[in-house]
Every structure is written in structure tokens, then in C-alpha cells.
């Protein structure tokens, strides 16, 4: 059974600073998403990761992803409130798409 | 274009009553997706149609959960005989073919049963 972990599951950040959130899945898988979610809202596409060593960037996040460590990374450059939101990855194993969601990680950008 | 609407927005129901709630994809779209969203259970995969058809109901969590999909467009999932347990945000996605870069989410149907 494919799991899907993120870490950590609250992130409490100053404006300014960088930061990493990690998602680590237990089968191997090279396509993989980051999503966002905001309070009451549904899920906003981020990034789709198709390979290893795939880097995408957007304004302040960037993701990556490592197939042979199972892992992928989103990081924050210079956080500002407006990133504050829930941030999930989901893995795709199987060949028509189905996700497999981590925990979420719930992020809080102060002043 | 319109992106995946999902009908009611909120459904408030009576234990033990059917519900259906509705999902439209964007058009074009073949795959569909259904998804759970519960503070208990994270994000769950329900169902997949590709086309009319539905290759993957594992997610479904009873049989009192089902699905279907007409013209190869709207979609209605019907809860029967709801329970508290059902109570979660129900999501649909779609995509314009299987293994598609991007899935795109509705604003979900929030259920609550009494």
C-alpha cells in the first residue's frame, strides 16, 4: 500500500524566511503533485513533477524531486502571508492517475 | 473556460436519508475523479471514470456509496442511507485524458449529516 508523509504538518513562519517542506512516499513513483489549499476552498494545482531531478519554480516555491530517495521537496524563498494556506503532495501510482494524498502541511506566515 | 462545478455546495441531510451530489467536468475532460476530504481521513481517493465507464471503485468505502457517469460528461455520486461517518467535503477532478499532467479540483460539495 502506497503511503504518502509529509513533514512537517504545521510550519509557523516569519515573512522573510525560507523554509522546505518534505513529502516522502513509500513506493516508487516518478509523478508527483503539490497542491494548495486555502481555508474553505479547494485544491489549487502547483506543480506536476514527472521525472527524477525535475525542479519546477514558481515565484517564491520551488519543487523538486528525487525518485530514487522517494522524495520531493517544496521550498519557500522569502515567505509573505499570502503563502499561508495547506500545502499537500500526492503520488501517482497507477496508470490512469489516481492520487494518493500526504497529511497536508499547514503553513502560517506572520509579520 | 469554466473550470469543474460540483453541485450542491453544501448539503445538510437527516441520518439515514439518500443523497446525490453532482459533479461537472470541464468539457472535453474524459477522466474523472471523485475524492473525500474528511479531518479524520485526509484525502481519499473514491472512484475513477474513463468515459462512462468506472475501471477503479476501491475507494468507495460501502456499498452504500455509487456512482455514475452519463454522455461521458456529468457525473452523480449517491450516498444512500447517509451515516455521521459521511460527513466531508466531497471533491471531483478531471483531467483531459488519463496520466494527464494536471488534474483539476471543483470547489467540492460539503456534507453534513445529522
Known amino acids: 500500500e502506497l503511503k504518502v508523509e509529509q513533514n512537517p504538518l504545521f510550519l509557523s513562519m516569519q515573512e522573510g524566511k525560507n523554509y522546505t517542506i518534505y513529502c516522502n512516499y513509500s513506493?516508487?513513483?516518478?509523478?508527483l503533485y503539490w497542491y494548495r489549499q486555502d481555508p474553505g476552498k479547494s485544491l489549487e494545482s502547483l506543480f506536476v513533477?514527472?521525472?527524477?531531478?525535475a525542479v519546477k519554480q514558481e515565484g517564491r516555491l520551488m519543487a523538486s524531486l528525487d525518485t530514487k530517495a522517494r522524495l520531493s521537496t517544496l521550498h519557500i524563498t522569502a515567505a509573505v502571508h499570502d503563502l499561508s494556506a495547506t500545502y499537500f503532495c500526492?503520488?501517482?501510482?497507477?496508470?490512469?492517475?489516481?492520487?494518493?494524498f500526504g497529511q497536508g502541511t499547514i503553513l502560517t506566515v506572520h509579520p | 473556460g469554466a473550470g469543474v462545478s460540483q453541485s450542491p455546495s453544501n448539503k445538510v441531510t437527516e441520518k439515514g436519508k439518500d443523497v446525490e451530489l453532482r459533479c461537472d467536468p470541464i468539457?472535453?475532460?474524459?477522466?474523472l475523479y471523485w475524492y473525500r476530504q474528511s479531518l479524520g481521513q485526509g484525502l481519499e481517493f473514491l472512484i475513477y471514470?474513463?468515459?462512462?465507464?468506472?475501471?477503479?471503485k476501491s475507494g468507495l468505502p460501502s456499498d452504500r456509496f455509487s456512482a455514475e457517469r452519463t454522455g461521458g460528461s456529468v457525473s452523480t455520486l449517491t450516498i444512500q442511507r447517509t451515516q455521521q461517518e459521511d460527513s466531508a467535503v466531497y471533491l471531483c477532478?478531471?483531467?483531459?485524458?488519463?496520466?494527464?499532467?494536471?488534474?483539476?479540483f471543483g470547489p467540492g460539495t460539503r456534507l453534513t449529516v445529522l
Open positions: 471514470f474513463q468515459g462512462n465507464s468506472a475501471p477503479d
Open positions: 468539457s472535453g475532460h474524459t477522466a
Open positions: 500526492a503520488v501517482v501510482l497507477t496508470s490512469y492517475g489516481k492520487l494518493t
Open positions: 477532478a478531471s483531467s483531459p485524458r488519463i496520466l494527464a499532467a494536471m488534474q483539476y
Open positions: 513533477l514527472l521525472s527524477n531531478g
Open positions: 513506493t516508487t513513483s516518478d509523478r
